[in-house]
């Protein structure tokens, strides 16, 4: 009976023992966040300004370009908080791998079995939750296809993704249309019902739920240590033990997994439904790759990162519609911005990969 009365009271000192590790890891590191902070302030600024210039060699007006790009782009919380779901999660499937040394830019496809997988089981089973599930083992499964082939077979995991991209691009919209089409939209495949849906605000604080647990898993278990030393030095993670190509697999599988959760997200509580030309999610997860670049490869960082990115994606959609301009002007926009703010992270990523090749640390 002890045991059972002490329990909420080991489950309380482990909670704040918690809180107490993250305020002393924010202590210890206050300047390095100093620094990341006048860095991103600086980018930006620079982002703003060149996009600005590009404006004006275009002959349009930053000044009311902007005010539209951010008065419509985060004017509706709800809707931004659902729209930066799917892109919170592929940031992380680019993320997770990378801290382990992978470089994954099959989030795209993971987001689409996710997504499929997602919606026929929501779908099929009336049950949502099945379908967010299933969308994660979907997700995973593509992603550890990727991981197995570099680890047994040697193949690197860019080729293979890149592939795999559009081998699952294809094969969704063949299976659209030959085995899920909607009987009554031909655009469309079968759709999740209207009173089925998640809401805005629980498919944002779902993903923000599994962008938590992958900050504790990656920052607080010993899972995530290994991975991350052997991110850092697969030499000292054999010293220590470890195997490396263990690192692979699981980073992949966690960040797969994340994709085609985000992608099952998206559907459940976005867009219902497929379309034929799968624009509902298209690029989702190439986005991410600039999210997770955004957030410093941090999940925290990348919850408030795809907030950003998703309010830069539907200000865009706004200044196609009020300003008449071409799409491709909102995109360059968006891509100047984001460039600009995730190149000083990125240089920093290149020069100490670069400086551990040198060290033999590979």
Do not use: C
């Not at 899920?180 to 655009?187: C, G, M």
């Not at 034929?276 to 925290?300: C, Y």
């Not at 950003?308 to 002007?329: N, R």
């Amino acid at each position: 009976m002890s045991n059972v009365e002490s329990l909420p009271r080991r489950i309380l000192q482990s909670i704040i023992g918690f809180v107490r590790g993250w305020i002393e890891s924010v202590r210890v590191k206050k300047r390095d966040y100093l620094v990341a902070a006048v860095e991103l302030i600086l980018a930006g600024l620079t982002g703003f300004l060149v996009a600005g210039i590009v404006l004006l060699v275009m002959g349009y007006d930053p000044i009311w370009i902007y005010s539209v790009l951010f008065r419509y782009g985060y004017s509706s919380p709800g809707y931004l908080g659902a729209r930066s779901a799917a892109l919170m999660m592929t940031g992380l499937a680019f993320s997770i791998p990378i801290l382990a040394g992978v470089f994954n830019i099959g989030g795209e496809s993971q987001l689409y079995l996710g997504a499929l997988t997602g919606l026929v089981i929501a779908y099929y089973t009336g049950n949502i939750w099945l379908g967010l599930i299933a969308g994660f083992i979907g997700g995973a499964a593509w992603g550890l296809l990727i991981a197995a082939l570099r680890v047994y077979r040697g193949i690197n995991e860019v080729i293979t993704a890149i592939m795999l991209n559009w081998t699952a691009y294809y094969l969704i919209i063949y299976i659209i249309l030959k085995y899920l089409p909607n009987p009554t939209q031909s655009h469309l495949s079968i759709q999740i019902p209207e009173n089925m849906m998640l809401s805005y605000s629980s498919t944002f604080w779902l993903a923000v739920l599994g962008a938590v647990i992958a900050y504790i898993l990656l920052y607080y278990t010993d899972l995530g240590y290994k991975m991350r030393i052997a991110g850092l030095s697969p030499r000292t993670a054999v010293y220590a033990g470890f195997n490396p190509r263990k690192a692979i697999l699981f980073s992949m599988l966690l960040g797969g997994g994340l994709a085609g959760y985000g992608g099952a997200l998206h559907i459940i509580g976005v867009a219902s439904a497929f379309d034929t030309t799968m624009s509902t999610v298209f690029g989702l997860g190439f986005a991410g790759i600039g999210v997770g670049l955004l957030g410093r490869n941090h999940p925290i960082g990348i919850i408030f990162a795809s907030v950003f990115y998703a309010g830069l994606i539907i200000g865009g959609q706004f200044v196609e519609l009020y300003t008449g301009a071409p799409p491709y002007l909102s995109d360059t926009i968006i891509g100047i911005i984001v460039i600009a703010l995730a190149i000083p992270y990125a240089y920093r990523m290149m020069i100490n990969y670069i400086t551990l090749l040198r060290g033999g640390g590979k």
